[in-house]
């Protein structure tokens, strides 16, 4: 039976379908539903892993035992996976190992664009491409083939496009595979003698595929018109099917690394004229250069953001359709923290500190936005923590008395524990705040080791913050109600001033959380409120101003009642009987 599919789905029903046993994954947009969809299969043990390095490793561990394995991350993710990544690559596998990686073109919910492709010629990784739903499932499966055939994990590269469309499916039956038996291998630990030796393999297994790769049913060549000919992979096929239909000729590359020769030689030399088709960086277009293949690309196209079909037509001077529009110019709409978010309360104080603040990543990074302005800036999961230390280092005592990290609970884990380490280790008088809302919020409320549950929701080992903070060389650590305005305020000021290191833990549940009970929404008594604006302040999306008078919307508000401590006549309240 046919369905339609979301492509991190289809990527989820190619691991079951290819008798994968072992799931340990990180989640991170775009590819967080491919574990959630797997999670549904009983027959795949999946879970959260702290980061992503701990993830490939739990799945390549699995690998060794026997049994088919794969990790999910996004493109940033990839980054904290790289030390196994390299190492595996030379160590090789027992049972196959998929490695599923989500590029953001667009940088929909990311902070940059990089392209993974690098990473599998960097670790001389097989990958492969979909560019629907369909080829998700197939190419999914095909991955542990190869995997197994080449004793090489096998990366299957999706984009946020191709993540988060859906298109037609036909599912099939589960492979019940029976785990590979492990048998003891002194050459695989990677030590000077061993790794010399197993370069040379990597090296021999590339050119194996690299031949294998000419005529594998994963590049394929379209032929129609050939005035035209494109190369391209991923959406950028869809795209360029739209634009040109049957009046091109295509070369549709599935397997991106390694890549074929004569395929682009011959392709190239069956057309008029060459165009690559590609999202972010030249690696096809590059190829092609260097067989000699005379092609246009970038210099068409752009590196940076998400291609469209209207875009691909506008950079080859083609007749862009026309589309429905709106006469009246429609406000821009920028994300703001959820009304009754228990991290206003924090970024109000710290702004009324006027501390420096060097953020994380998380949905707290909203923070950074008007009217809150709290935040200075960010890099990646986990810099908060030890960023904050050599900033403080390089300015002295003047820095550590107004300036702050903030990172999410789930982030924390993730890989700001050794950041706090540092600042314990080599004593800065840093104060880092632990937003602690009981999950992982920007992704999509996943479980972490922190909230006592695992990936299904059952019971699971919780960690201690204000013990483990403690553990490693913490004497101040203190929890305070985000929703307690001067409590914060009291934190905040006593951590800034303290001659030591020091912990402040903000702990409120999200208010998105399922089943939190929330109390009525707030009232505004007109008779009282002046139009000072002074609730305005916190950047709540319930509160607006209208004839001078605060507004509450009801269907916003969750009565957390941190604007009432704002306002000094008293003029928001519970709804009185």
């Not at 524990?417 to 705040?433: H, K, L, P, Q």
Request: charge should be negative.
């Amino acid at each position: 039976m046919k369905e339609l599919m979301l492509g991190n789905k289809a990527v989820a029903r190619g691991l079951y379908e290819a008798g994968c046993r072992f799931i340990s994954s990180y989640p991170g947009t775009p590819s967080t539903e491919i574990t959630e969809e797997a999670a549904a299969y009983d027959e795949i043990y999946c879970e959260w892993a702290p980061n992503e390095k701990v993830a490939l490793e739990a799945a390549h561990g699995a690998s060794l035992g026997g049994a088919r394995a794969a990790c999910a991350m996004k493109h940033v993710g990839l980054n904290v996976a790289a030390d196994p990544l390299f190492s595996i690559s030379y160590q090789g596998l027992n049972a196959g190992l998929v490695i599923c990686v989500a590029d953001d073109p667009g940088m929909h919910s990311s902070q940059n664009e990089q392209d993974s492709r690098h990473y599998a010629a960097a670790a001389k990784v097989p990958m492969l491409e979909p560019s629907d739903s369909a080829e998700a499932v197939a190419f999914t499966k095909a991955a542990f083939e190869l995997s197994e055939r080449y004793s090489t994990p096998v990366f299957v590269k999706m984009c946020t496009r191709v993540a988060h469309s859906q298109s037609v499916v036909e599912p099939g039956e589960r492979a019940e595979v029976p785990l590979v038996p492990y048998v003891k291998d002194p050459t695989k630990v990677m030590m000077t003698a061993n790794s010399r030796a197993a370069h040379v393999r990597v090296e021999n297994r590339t050119r194996e595929m690299t031949v294998w790769a000419e005529t594998c049913p994963y590049n394929r060549v379209e032929m129609g018109g050939r005035a035209i000919g494109v190369i391209c992979d991923s959406t950028c096929y869809q795209y360029a099917r739209e634009v040109f239909g049957d009046g091109a000729s295509y070369l549709k590359i599935g397997l991106v690394y390694p890549l074929p020769e004569k395929l682009f030689l011959d392709f190239a030399a069956a057309v008029d004229r060459v165009i690559v088709l590609e999202e972010l960086d030249p690696i096809l277009e590059d190829h092609c250069r260097k067989l000699g293949i005379a092609v246009e690309g970038k210099s068409l196209f752009p590196l940076c953001g998400e291609f469209s079909q209207d875009l691909v037509r506008a950079c080859l001077g083609l007749p862009v359709p026309s589309s429905a529009s709106i006469d009246d110019p429609i406000p821009p709409r920028p994300p703001v923290m959820c009304a009754g978010c228990p991290h206003r309360g924090v970024f109000y104080t710290l702004k009324k500190h006027d501390c420096m603040v060097y953020g994380d990543i998380g949905c707290y990074t909203l923070g950074a936005l008007a009217p809150l302005n709290s935040m200075d800036l960010n890099v990646c999961m986990g810099a908060s923590c030890s960023g904050l230390h050599g900033f403080n280092k390089a300015i002295g005592s003047e820095a550590e008395r107004r300036s702050v990290g903030v990172i999410g609970d789930s982030t924390f884990i993730h890989s700001g524990i050794t950041g706090i380490i540092d600042i314990a280790y080599n004593m800065t008088n840093s104060t880092v705040i632990i937003l602690d809302n009981s999950i992982t919020g920007m992704t999509g409320h996943q479980q972490n080791p922190t909230t006592g549950k695992n990936l299904r929701g059952d019971p699971a080992g919780k960690v201690d913050l204000e013990a483990l903070c403690r553990a490693v060389g913490f004497r101040r650590v203190r929890v305070a109600d985000p929703y307690d305005l001067a409590a914060m305020d009291e934190a905040v000021t006593e951590e800034l001033a303290a001659e030591e290191p020091s912990v402040i833990i903000s702990r409120r549940p999200c208010v998105m959380i399922r089943g939190t009970v929330h109390k009525p929404p707030l009232t505004v008594d007109e008779d009282r409120c002046t139009g000072c604006r002074s609730c305005m302040k916190i950047g709540c999306p319930a509160i607006s101003v209208a004839d001078r008078k605060a507004r509450i919307d009801a269907t916003q508000c969750i009565g957390c009642g941190v604007c009432t401590q704002m306002c000094r006549f008293g003029a928001l309240a519970e709804e009185r009987s």
